[in-house]
C-alpha cells in the first residue's frame, strides 16, 4: 500500500492547514497516474525525448509510475479502513470506560487517586485518549483518500468548484476591504 503512504503523506497530518485544497489535487493527480500507468494525456513527448537524450536512467525513473489497479487498490483501502475503525471503536471503549472509572473514582472516593500508580494510570488514560484522537484524524484521511480513489472525476469536480468559490469569496473580501460592495 505504498501509494496510499505517498497519498496521506501528501494530505499531511493536518488537514485543516492551509493548503489542504491543493493537496488534494495532487493527491488525485497522484492516484490518476498510478492507475492509468502514469499515461496522462497531457504529456509533453519532446521534453520527455530530451530528457531522455540527456540522461536516460533519470528520465526513465522519472517517467515511470507503477501501475495499480484502482478496484483493488480501493478494495485493499477499504479493508484497512474497516479493520482501522474496529481498532478505534475498541479502543474508543477502552478510553471511555477508564475515564468512567476515573470520575467515579474522583467522585466517590478521590483517595484512590492519590498513589503513584492512580496518577500513572491517569497519565496512560490521557495518553490513550491523545492517541485516540491522533486515530480519528488518520481514519479520516485514509476515508477521504479512499472517497477520492472510487471516483477521481467527481473528486476533481468538487475540487474545482471549492476553488472557483475560494476566488469569489476572494474578491468579495477585497471588495469589502476596499469599501466596494
Known amino acids: ?34 492507475f492509468t500507468g502514469g499515461a496522462a494525456a497531457n504529456i509533453d513527448i519532446f521534453a520527455a525525448a530530451a530528457a531522455l537524450a540527456e540522461d536516460k536512467a533519470l528520465a526513465a525513473d522519472a517517467l515511470a509510475v507503477e501501475f495499480v489497479p484502482q478496484v483493488l487498490f480501493v478494495q485493499e483501502g477499504l479493508e484497512l479502513l474497516q479493520q482501522a475503525k474496529d481498532d478505534m471503536q475498541q479502543l474508543t471503549c477502552a478510553v471511555t470506560e477508564a475515564q468512567y472509572d476515573i470520575q467515579k473514582a ?37 476515508a477521504y483518500v479512499l472517497d477520492i480513489a472510487q471516483d477521481l472525476d467527481a473528486a476533481e469536480r468538487t475540487l474545482a468548484v471549492e476553488k472557483d468559490n475560494a476566488g469569489g469569496e476572494q474578491m468579495e473580501n477585497l471588495a469589502a476591504l476596499l469599501g466596494m460592495e
Open 106 to 142: 474522583r467522585k466517590n472516593n478521590p483517595q484512590l487517586l492519590e498513589s503513584q500508580e492512580a496518577k500513572q494510570h491517569i497519565q496512560q488514560v490521557e495518553a490513550a485518549d491523545a492517541a485516540l484522537q491522533r486515530r480519528k484524524l488518520a481514519v479520516g484521511q485514509l
Open 1 to 34: 500500500m505504498r501509494l496510499l503512504d505517498e497519498c496521506l503523506d501528501i494530505l499531511g497530518d493536518d488537514p485543516y492547514l492551509p493548503g489542504a485544497r491543493v493537496r488534494a489535487e495532487q493527491v488525485v493527480q497522484r492516484l490518476r497516474n498510478a
